[in-house]
């Protein structure tokens, strides 16, 4: 089965930056498209970012456009989320996420990783 | 950007149930790209439908899904213990992907 891995997230303070890295494992990973998802504590479920399989196409919600950079590293079968800027709305826990085959709803997901934007 | 509006906010129900769901859309969903999530406390999401009504690999068949334009339901033939959660609708019809508020499923 598809295992998705996240890690990177933790403390820091307003204006500040963090790397999120999403791990893939049991897929042939360059063929996705691929998520992050946040989930702010106690709230719903926020699409972020998407980047296609190729690497060559990227996208991002309004709430994060100019702060937040996805890429994805075929070699070591990760993708990344370089987050800077950060501001206390963007507390929550992220999760990558692989797209489907067919569309993209996600069909995958990793356990998350939480990140907490506080001075 | 689509705005999905899911109700009701809350359900309370006993198991053995029958259970539909709601998922109301801004503006109509192409295709009817529309996919189901649940949710349990401290795990990610799982998806349960995609399409409006195709079952994810491993779905029980109690759970189905239908509609179409800016109108989509999920039920639950008949609620299992497990299946008290949250569910989420998402829309990939059209850019930004955006997810319903959720529906939590508890138990009374």
């Known amino acids: 089965e598809v295992q998705l891995v996240e890690s990177g997230g933790g403390l820091v303070q307003p204006g500040g930056s963090l790397r999120l890295t999403c791990a893939a494992s049991?897929?042939?990973?360059?063929?996705?498209?691929m998520s992050w998802v946040r989930q702010a504590p106690g709230k719903g479920l926020e699409w972020v970012s998407g980047?296609?399989?190729?690497?060559?196409?990227?996208y991002y919600a309004d709430s994060v456009k100019g702060r937040f950079t996805m890429s994805r590293d075929k070699s070591m079968n990760t993708v990344h989320l370089q987050m800077n800027n950060l501001r206390g709305e963007d507390t929550a826990v992220y999760y990558c996420?692989?797209?489907?085959?067919?569309?993209?709803?996600?069909?995958?997901w990793g356990q998350g990783t939480l990140v907490t934007v506080s001075s | 950007e689509i705005v999905l509006t899911q109700s009701p906010g809350t359900l309370s129900l006993f198991p053995g149930e029958r259970i539909t769901l709601s998922c109301r859309a801004s503006?109509?969903?192409?295709?009817?790209?529309l996919a189901w999530y649940q949710q349990k406390p401290g795990q990610a999401p799982r998806l349960l439908l995609f399409?409006?009504?195709r079952r994810a690999t491993g779905v029980p068949d109690r759970f189905s899904g239908s509609g179409s334009g800016t109108d989509f339901t999920l039920t639950i033939s008949r609620l299992e213990p497990e299946d008290f959660a949250v569910y989420y609708c998402?829309?990939?019809?059209?850019?930004?992907?955006?997810f319903g508020g959720g529906t939590k499923v508890e138990v009374k």
């Open positions: 996420a692989k797209l489907g085959v067919s569309g993209h709803y996600h069909d995958y």
């Open positions: 049991r897929i042939a990973f360059n063929s996705y498209a």
């Open positions: 980047i296609s399989g190729s690497g060559g196409s990227t």
């Open positions: 503006q109509s969903v192409g295709n009817s790209f």
């Open positions: 399409d409006a009504s």
């Open positions: 998402q829309q990939y019809g059209s850019s930004p992907l955006t």
